[in-house]
């Protein structure tokens, strides 16, 4: 016999795997939200933690701190995160769907410019909001000094202001 609170989340999942949510969107960080790494595990204290990078108490100097113990997460985690997030985004924004202005109906073929209800389509991750997360997360390495991801970062930058 099965739980209720089991049969209620599995009935949640069901729900979040059916929204029509284009996948290559769940991948995407607004810029808002890309600072923010989730689900971060301490291996002083043991716990998950999120960690906010664009918190005003750390920098540079301090580095990064578990908010539960103080401990320091070293740089490497958080620059290979930000590595994958950026490859993740990247990806999701080229290979994102175009939806029309009107119906809102996501295009089918893959070339097509006009909806069949004659209206255009647009990105739905728009490119400007691409460039902004990509400034955010430069300008999070920049103050943390993750040269890495600061050289991945312009990087891509240099491809999508050509
Ligand atoms: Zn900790
Ligand atoms: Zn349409």
Redesign the pocket.
């Known amino acids: 016999m099965i739980s209720e609170p089991i049969e209620n989340l599995r009935s949640q999942l069901i729900q979040m795997l059916s929204t029509n949510l284009p996948t290559s969107a769940l991948e995407w960080h607004p810029p808002s939200s890309v600072c923010v790494l989730e689900n971060l595990f301490c291996g002083n204290c043991s716990r998950c933690v999120d960690l906010d990078l664009c918190s005003p108490f750390s920098d540079e100097k301090t580095g990064f701190r578990c908010p539960h113990c103080n401990a320091l997460i070293s740089k490497e985690s958080i620059e290979e995160l930000l590595l994958e997030r950026l490859s993740k985004m990247v990806t999701a924004f080229t290979l994102q769907d175009k939806r ?1 202005v ?2 809102k ?1 996501l295009a089918t073929r893959f070339l097509s410019r006009y ?3 004659s ?1 255009r389509f647009e990105l739905v991750i728009p490119k400007s909001e691409f460039l902004e997360t990509l400034r955010t997360m430069k300008s999070i390495a920049k103050k943390h000094g993750l040269s890495n991801v600061e050289f991945a970062v312009q990087w891509q930058f240099n491809c999508f202001t050509l």
Request: glycine share 0%.
């Open positions: 029309c009107q119906c109906q909806c069949e209800c209206n």
